[in-house]
């Protein structure tokens, strides 16, 4: 039985419920329809509820059978969260590119890559090594331009950290 089908939260019965009377009156492919399923198993459910690896699975089965690259970037997209919660960066970093080769306007996957490169400049800061986390803060600095360029007034904290480290043009 699909993980949707069995998870007690309202508000995703509600996605689900709402989700498959869609599938049923837009007019879909059988492969899209299961591609969606597999979607939405991975990320209403298994992954909302710390299930990553059974989310990955719904995931990789998803990119298997979808064939839109905008959807496809959702999709690569949710994987790179899961790498990234499970603190696996440069894998999460090669899932968020990959996302953003099938839809560059993905201001969230600019900015979650530029909160992991912060991070590791953080680090760098840590181990007493200043080029290093000046190279890793200026790559943060352009992801975040990006991601800001895209949604203007989102992403407050990262546009005063630019200005307060004079990044910002």
């Given at each position: ?24 009156i837009i007019p ?23 299930n ?12 298997r ?65 200043s ?5 890793w ?6 992801y ?16 005063n ?9």
């Amino acid at each position: 039985m699909p993980r949707s089908r069995i998870n007690g939260n309202f508000i995703d019965k509600t996605f689900s419920i709402i989700a498959n009377i869609l599938l049923r009156i837009i007019p879909t492919t059988s492969g899209e329809k299961e591609a969606f399923t597999y979607y939405r198993d991975g990320a209403m459910s298994a992954q909302s509820e710390g299930n990553y690896a059974e989310a990955l699975q719904n995931y990789y089965e998803a990119m298997r059978l979808e064939i839109d690259p905008y959807d496809r970037s959702y999709i690569l997209y949710n994987i790179g969260l899961i790498h990234t919660s499970n603190g696996e960066h440069t894998k999460a970093l090669e899932y968020y590119f990959r996302a953003l080769e099938r839809n560059p306007f993905l201001p969230q996957a600019f900015n979650n890559m530029a909160v992991i490169c912060h991070y590791r400049g953080e680090q760098a800061v840590r181990q007493g090594d200043s080029e290093i986390a000046e190279a890793w803060f200026d790559q943060a600095a352009e992801y975040w331009k990006q991601a800001i360029a895209l949604t203007p007034g989102n992403y407050i904290e990262a546009h005063n950290w630019l200005k307060i480290t004079k990044r910002f043009e």
